[in-house]
């Protein structure tokens, strides 16, 4: 395998945007850390307030992935018979996509996990006779049996660590619920791969459960969506493909630096999608903890940190957190710095100053909320509670308006009549289609970027 060019060196950056000011006694400070990855530079542009670290450089991996495809073959793949059509060729465009010399594997998943391709517990090389070969083991693919998905995610572990790429990635379908293993099974397995490889999880259909294909694209730092029609799971898994593809740096991580008497409230990444990191961290010496970010190409994504510092004095200022990204050493050493921001903290009795409420923080503060008040106008929309899930996501329509968010809004309008989305006052339809109502909530945690000021 190729190494990358000296062009092609990934560069990270980290902006950070705040309100340092405190009022006295004040002792929340709440900062969104923007972490920028680029293949040969870093985007433009200054940050808003707060401070910009200069990007760093870093060693280049050995360029290309490794992937792994998990295919539901259980017996409901099967009514309709053209959804196991649709899984098969979905997975046969995914092949297709793959560069050569990158490393692969497909896997057949019921109540048991087989692997179609290639034979004996390892990875192919990619290449024009080993996508065929692939092809066409897949065309014998079959559907019948039972679902473990904690099955699927072991073997695609023990594939995956047979990898010479640090990228490692899995996609996984699935049409059905997670029925022929127990929920405890299935989150053990997903604690004993979590950190080793990300994994991207679609339902197929309406017939899986939202929480369980969600829950696993969490732990494993991935993506999940439904694709409703299976007519268009090949665009799916062909985008999902290229993605895995174009990540050029694996086991990222977010380390925190806080001084004596600083405490973390919590940790989320809050760009392109919420996603809370708090209870993922790692202790990394003194003060200093490290939270998972997984594999990066060329993208930006947004971290919203929130610390509580001790009291102090008008006129006085702190280093409130230091905020670095880094990579683990090849051989074990002390990781690499590829860059960092400071969050500060300034005591101040300049009212405007002090109550003034970065953009930035309160963008992503209605960003958190929004995907929290879809779950709760959801869930009480299935327990009955009809008086709730108005309310809640009333307030989830007010939102998605007012940040601009207007998938979200086209999505809530699938599920309510909105009657004034200024105000939040919407009616709960009558008749929801099963698709739309999974749509929203498993995209209720996709953000809207908070928009630049000029």
Known sequence: MANFSKSQVPQFSVEVYQNEFLPEGGREVSAI??????????????????VSASPSAIPSPTAGAAVVIMVDASGSMDYPPTKMRNARDATAAAI???????????????????????????LAIAGPETRAAAKEALRRLTAGGGTAIGTWLRMADRLLATAE????????????????????????????????????????????????VTGIASALLGTADIVADPAHLAADFTAMMENAM??????????????????????????????????RRTEAGPRAGDYPTGSWGDESRDYHVCVQVPEAGIGREMLAARASLIIPAPDGGAPEVLSQGLIRAVWTDDMAASTSINPQVAHYTGQAELAQVIQQGLDARKSGDFDGATAKLGRAVQLAAASGNEDTAKLLSKVVD?????????RLKAKVADADEMTLETRSTKTVRVKKQS
Request: with cysteine; charged share 25%; aromatic share 4%.
């Open 33 to 50: 850390v923007t972490v920028t990855s680029t293949g040969g530079g870093t985007s433009g542009g200054a940050p808003l307030t707060g």
């Open 96 to 122: 297709d996509t793959l560069r050569d010399g990158l490393e692969f594997a497909v896997v057949s998943g019921t109540h048991l996990a087989a692997q179609i391709y290639p034979r004996g517990d390892r």
């Open 165 to 212: 790429s640090p990228i490692r990635h899995g996609i996984l379908l699935t049409d059905g619920r997670n029925e022929h293993e127990s929920p405890q099974d299935l989150r053990s397995a997903l604690e004993a791969v979590a950190g080793r490889f990300t994994c991207d999880a679609r339902g197929v259909g309406t017939d899986w459960e939202v929480k369980e």
């Open 246 to 279: 174009g990540k050029e740096v694996a086991d990222v991580a977010l380390r925190l630096w806080t001084p004596v008497g600083v405490e973390i409230k919590f940790v989320k990444q809050v760009a392109p999608t919420v996603e809370e990191l708090t209870g």
């Open 418 to 426: 909105v009657v004034d989305a200024a105000t939040g006052t919407v």
